[in-house]
Structure formats: C-alpha cells, structure tokens
C-alpha cells in the first residue's frame, strides 16, 4: 500500500513553468523583505517539504539559494547608484545587515560590493577616457 501512495504522489515532481514564474515575479516584489519557504509553498499550494523538493528539482537551487541568488543580482544592479551607500544596497536587496550582504556578495561573485563597485568607477572612467 504504501508504495502505491509513493507512485500516486506527485511529490518531487518539477513546477509548472507558470507557476514557477508567479513564485519568481512574488520574490521580486517583495526581495527587500522577509521571504519564508513556507510563504513560497503557500502559494504554491504545497506542504513546504513537498514545495522545497519540487523547486529544487525545477530550479537545481534550494528556495533559499534561488532567493539569495536574486538578490546578489538585483544588489549588483544598484551598485551603480554611488549615491546610495553599501547598508542602503544591503537592504534593498533583502539582506538583513551590510556585514552579511557583504559575506554573501563575495561568496557569489568573488569580491566584496565595495570591490565591486570600484571596479564600476574604474571601468566608467576609462570608457569616458577613451
């Protein structure tokens, strides 16, 4: 018997491309905030453990991974704004201190965002430059 519920379960089948683009379109409207596996399975109408495996089968990242991969990229899409400092970048882009953005940022890319960001003023002033 319980192999037939194996089989009948729909569990860690992949999310339908839809889906998965209402789960990614709600993480952009709200990556500056708090986002809970339980929030994303919720709306995708799943257990959080069945939602956990079915996204990382679909995506190959776990929520948490696909979330903080998000918000690396949306960080680096507002570091050239020199007017907002590196916390205010932190927190636009969900992370919950400077220390922590930082830490991430470096994992992912392989400089810290201030690195990063000097690297922006060098490449702007030599193309000016030239």
Same mark, same amino acid.
């Given at each position: 018997?319980?192999?037939?519920? #194996?089989?009948?379960?729909?569990?860690?089948?992949?999310?339908?491309?839809?889906?998965?683009?209402?789960?990614?379109?709600?993480?952009?409207?709200?990556?500056?905030?708090? @986002?809970?596996?339980?929030?994303?399975?919720?709306?995708?109408?799943?257990?959080?453990?069945?939602?956990?495996?079915?996204?990382?089968?679909?995506?190959?990242?776990?929520?948490?991974?696909?979330?903080?991969?998000?918000?690396?990229?949306?960080? @680096?899409?507002?570091?050239?704004?020199?007017?907002?400092?590196?916390? =205010?970048?932190?927190?636009?882009?969900?992370?919950? =201190?400077?220390?922590?953005? +930082?830490?991430?940022?470096?994992?992912? +890319?392989?400089?810290?965002?201030?690195?990063?960001?000097?690297?922006?003023? #060098?490449?702007?002033?030599?193309?000016?430059?030239?």
């Amino acid at each position: 018997m319980q192999e037939t519920k #194996k089989s009948a379960s729909p569990a860690g089948s992949e999310l339908s491309k839809p889906l998965l683009q209402r789960l990614t379109d709600y993480m952009k409207g709200k990556l500056s905030s708090r @986002i809970y596996v339980e929030d994303l399975a919720s709306e995708s109408n799943m257990s959080t453990f069945h939602f956990a495996r079915s996204f990382k089968k679909t995506t190959g990242h776990s929520p948490h991974k696909y979330l903080t991969t998000m918000r690396v990229e949306q960080a @680096i899409q507002l570091l050239p704004n020199y007017d907002m400092s590196l916390a =205010d970048v932190a927190s636009e882009s969900g992370f919950s =201190d400077q220390a922590h953005f +930082t830490r991430v940022f470096k994992k992912q +890319t392989g400089m810290t965002p201030a690195a990063h960001r000097r690297k922006l003023k #060098k490449e702007a002033a030599e193309s000016k430059g030239t």
